[in-house]
C-alpha cells in the first residue's frame, strides 16, 4: 500500500512539470492568494457565528494542503467560498490572479467549471448513466468540445484505473470505484484547483490511500493545487502542509507523536458533515454566490455541504 511517506515525495517528472508553468508564472506562481478572509453564518432566529476571521491562505502550484479542525470550524464553508459558491464576508481573494470580488454569478459559474475540480465524500454520481457519460457530462460542464468529450472521459477514467469499467453504472460499483468516478469527473478539465471535502471518510484504508495517490498525481503532473478537509492524520500527513482551522485562523498544524494512527483501527471516526443553516451573513461579500444545486450533476460542482 502506498504510504503518506510515499505520497509526499512524489514529483512530477519535468516534461508534466512545464504543463502549464506559463499559465502560472502569469499571476505570481499562485492558484489561490487570500489574505484577510472573514465569514459568519446566522441560524435562522439565531446571532451570528463567526467561521472565518482575518485567515490567510496562500497555495502555490504543485501543492497540497490538509486543512482540520473540529466538526462546526467552518471548514467546509472555508471550501464553500473557495470554490466560488458563496462569498467570503471580507478580505481579498485571488484565484488564478483574478480578483473574484464583484464578479457576476455567471462568471463565476464559468470560472468554476473550467477551473476548479470537487471531490466529496458523497459520491453524487448521476445513476442512469455509465460511469463514462458521468464523466463526459463534466467535460461538456467545462467546455471540452463535443467531438473530444467521449476520449477526454476516458482518459480520466483510465487515470484512475477504470478503463475496464467505462460502461459500468453506479449501482454495479463498489464504493471505492464509484469515489474513483468522481475523482475521474473532476479530474476531466485538467483543474488548476482541486477542492476535495472528506474524500476518504467512506473508504477503508487500501482505496483510501489509492484515492490519495490518484490527488497527488494528478497535482503533480498538472501544475494543480489541493486543498483537502479532513478530519483524518494519515490524509493530512500526505499533503505538503498541514492547517488547522481555529478561532477563525487557518494556522499550521504542530505535529502530535501521540495522535498520529499506528493502524487502522486508530483511525479517527470521522465526525457529522458542518451544515450551517440556512441564512448566510454577507452575502454582498468578497467572492460569489452560486446555485449549487442547479450545477450539481455531473461535475461535482454542488460545492461542499457547509
Request: one cysteine or more; charged letters at 25%; proline letters at 6%.
Amino acid at each position: 500500500m502506498t504510504t503518506a511517506e510515499d505520497l509526499r515525495h512524489h514529483r512530477p517528472d519535468s516534461d508534466h512539470h512545464r504543463l502549464h508553468s506559463d499559465h502560472h508564472h502569469q499571476h505570481g506562481g499562485l492558484v489561490i492568494d487570500a489574505v484577510g478572509l472573514s465569514k459568519s453564518f446566522r441560524a435562522r432566529g439565531g446571532d451570528p457565528t463567526e467561521l472565518l476571521s482575518g485567515a490567510t491562505l496562500q497555495v502555490a502550484p504543485w501543492t497540497t494542503v490538509a486543512v482540520m479542525g473540529r466538526s462546526g470550524a467552518g471548514k467546509s464553508t472555508l471550501l464553500r467560498a473557495l470554490g466560488l459558491f458563496q462569498p467570503f464576508d471580507a478580505g481579498r481573494y485571488r484565484l488564478l490572479g483574478r480578483d473574484v470580488a464583484g464578479l457576476s454569478d455567471r462568471a463565476c459559474s464559468a470560472l468554476r467549471a473550467r477551473h476548479i475540480g470537487f471531490v466529496f465524500q458523497e459520491f453524487r454520481l448521476l445513476p442512469h448513466l455509465t460511469a463514462t457519460a458521468n464523466v463526459e457530462v463534466a467535460a461538456a460542464l467545462a467546455g471540452v468540445p463535443a467531438r473530444s468529450r467521449r476520449r477526454e472521459a476516458q482518459r480520466a477514467l483510465d487515470l484512475v484505473g477504470l478503463s475496464h469499467r467505462l460502461r459500468a453504472r453506479p449501482r454495479t460499483l463498489s464504493g471505492g470505484e464509484q469515489q474513483r468516478v468522481a475523482l475521474a469527473r473532476a479530474l476531466v478539465k485538467r483543474p488548476s484547483l482541486i477542492l476535495a471535502d472528506e474524500p476518504t471518510g467512506a473508504l477503508d484504508d487500501t482505496t483510501a490511500a489509492k484515492v490519495l495517490e490518484i490527488l497527488r498525481h494528478a497535482v503533480a503532473t498538472s501544475a494543480a493545487a489541493l486543498v483537502v478537509v479532513t478530519h483524518d492524520p494519515v490524509v493530512a500527513t500526505a499533503c505538503d502542509r498541514q492547517l488547522r482551522l481555529q478561532d477563525g485562523q487557518l494556522l499550521p498544524l504542530l505535529p502530535d507523536p501521540d495522535s498520529v494512527p499506528k493502524g487502522p483501527a486508530d483511525r479517527p471516526a470521522v465526525g457529522p458533515s458542518e451544515r450551517p443553516a440556512e441564512g448566510s451573513v454577507g452575502d454582498s461579500g468578497v467572492g460569489c454566490t452560486g446555485d449549487a444545486a442547479g450545477e450539481s450533476a455531473g461535475e461535482s460542482v454542488a460545492g461542499p455541504t457547509a
